[in-house]
């Protein structure tokens, strides 16, 4: 049977002994990634987007996306703290519930990823095009810094930016953390110059009307702004990378997600409360989508005057409300600190392929470790080409959508693999345990099923055909090189020279025939 192809968590742990990763990351570093990965495009690009979608009832969809993902959170503390080493939800689901339902999640956190830090790139440009335009009052022709689907032919700046955090990657973990944690004080002190700006200045009738497009609108806005709270998982990703991971995972998850929450709803707050956050409409009034040639026509015919409207959201309110040095400044911040969310998303990426890579379902080369920089380059600087692409033709919004639909997936795997596991083994070690784990598991698959079908169709088609191709790869290449369906576990460490040896068959391992051992 295939879903019976379960990986005991004995082996995992073993596994990662084979080819461990240096263990270098402590509960502040930790805390200080997840804050790098997850404040950045959701609230200094996306704010835009949900913008356009709910009004200002997207301080409702930043609570929901919020909760949802805090409920995830609490699964994820669960078996990060538990199985501490790379992977994320993938790894997690190959212990629970077999090897396909292992393979298709992180088939999905392909998309979550790659494609977000594409995303986030493409955040990174519209900050840089801004800033270069208004601090040194050059135009700059769009044909280079938007893709083909938002009026231009290619975004440089955002190819620029992947490639450059490719090689920073390559570089080493410990690195790549210390130069993060100095981006993130950078872009909290951006926020927090926002917010001691805008708040006090706040009108409440530019609150009015809260909610143009009802609970639709603020359903959809929810969905996409998910993406502003998605990389809080990519910390779990480093769980092989971190010292006492029993204590310090579940500090760095779920510390990190509540700072980030607060920082949203203050910002989103001050953007509505100051220059209002109503949609565009289209000249028949009809409902225009973000990111779409019809409404970058709509904008450029009312001079980009609404937030929607603009790439760089937060500068243009401090330009607006009469501090154009401090908006120069705040996308100056963007500038320095969205680096490290692609830093984040292409780190938690490639740790998922290297996991991958080492249980025999992905080529061998993909878990090559640099021999002087000890991490695994290969897959970074093919993930880092892949990600430069989506980055250079894609518009944010369609990338975060995509994005979002691999990330829910992910999600309710881990959220059914806490409750699976504590059934199937309830005397099993837990640093940390999932309060009312009967009550917030269910909720969780629940929220993230809500968000799902609230994504746009064009996603859900998306996700639909690249879990199709999935499937195909997985039955015509990995399913046959398996480690585990051949019974075959990995060496520990002292003997991690040699190539992995077959065992006897253990229980609950099947034979590739597919008969029980």
């Given at each position: 049977m295939i879903f019976g192809?379960?990986?005991?968590?004995?082996?995992?742990?073993?596994?990662a002994e084979k080819k461990s990763l240096h263990r270098s990351l402590g509960a502040f570093q930790l805390t200080m990634l997840g804050i790098g990965a997850v404040?950045?495009?959701?609230i200094f690009v996306?704010?835009?987007?949900?913008?356009?979608k709910a009004g200002p009832g997207m301080m409702i969809s930043f609570i929901?996306?919020?909760v949802v993902c805090a409920i995830a959170a609490l699964c994820y503390a669960e078996m990060a703290s538990m199985v501490p080493v790379s992977g994320s939800a993938y790894t997690y689901s190959y212990a629970v519930m077999g090897e396909l339902i292992a393979w298709m999640v992180g088939w999905a956190l392909i998309l979550e990823y790659a494609v977000a830090a594409g995303a986030v790139s493409v955040g990174w440009s519209g900050y840089m095009v801004g800033y270069i335009e208004h601090a040194f009052a050059i135009d700059i022709s769009d044909h280079l810094t938007r893709g083909p689907f938002d009026g231009g032919m290619v975004n440089l700046p955002a190819i620029i930016i992947s490639l450059l955090v490719t090689a920073l990657l390559v570089r080493g973990t410990k690195e790549s953390a210390t130069v993060n944690s100095i981006l993130v004080a950078i872009k909290i002190v951006a926020l927090i110059a926002f917010i001691a700006l805008t708040v006090p200045v706040m009108r409440m009738e530019q609150f009015e009307p809260f909610a143009p497009l009802g609970v639709s609108g603020i359903?959809?806005?929810?969905a996409s702004i998910f993406f502003a709270y998605v990389g809080f998982d990519a910390v779990s990703t480093a769980a092989e990378e971190t010292k006492n991971p029993q204590r310090n995972m579940p500090i760095g998850l779920i510390g990190s997600l509540g700072i980030c929450t607060i920082f949203y709803l203050l910002v989103s707050a001050g953007v509505i409360g100051t220059e209002g956050a109503q949609p565009v409409y289209g000249a028949n009034g009809e409902i225009l989508e973000p990111g779409s040639r019809e409404l970058a026509a709509q904008c450029s015919a009312i001079s980009d005057q609404a937030v929607v409207c603009s790439k760089e959201a937060l500068a243009w309110v401090l330009r607006e409300i009469g501090w154009p040095q401090i908006g120069n400044l705040v996308g100056l911040a963007a500038i320095l600190a969205l680096p490290s969310v692609i830093l984040m998303m292409m780190f938690g990426q490639t740790r998922v392929f290297f996991v991958m890579s080492r249980d025999g379902l992905l080529p061998q080369f993909f878990s090559k470790i640099h021999p002087r920089y000890n991490t695994p380059h290969v897959i970074t600087i093919l993930t880092g080409v892949f990600v430069a692409l989506f980055a250079g033709f894609f518009p944010v919004g369609q990338l975060a959508n995509i994005s979002n639909s691999g990330t829910l997936f992910a999600f309710m795997a881990v959220s059914v693999a806490v409750l699976v596991l504590r059934r199937t083994d309830p005397g099993r070690h837990r640093p940390f345990r999932t309060p009312a784990v009967m009550i917030f598991a269910p909720l969780s698959v629940l929220g993230c099923l809500y968000l799902f079908f609230s994504l746009d169709e064009k996603s859900k088609l998306l996700f639909a055909g690249w879990a199709l191709i999935g499937l195909i790869v997985y039955f015509t290449y990995s399913r046959n090189r398996s480690y585990v369906g051949r019974g075959i576990i990995d060496v520990h460490e002292d003997d991690a020279d040699t190539p992995p040896q077959p065992v006897p068959p253990l229980p609950g391992i099947h034979t590739p025939g597919g008969k029980d051992a």
């Open positions: 192809r379960v990986k005991p968590l004995d082996a995992i742990l073993a596994t404040i950045g495009t959701g996306l704010t835009a987007e949900a913008a356009q929901i996306a919020g359903s959809a806005a929810a």
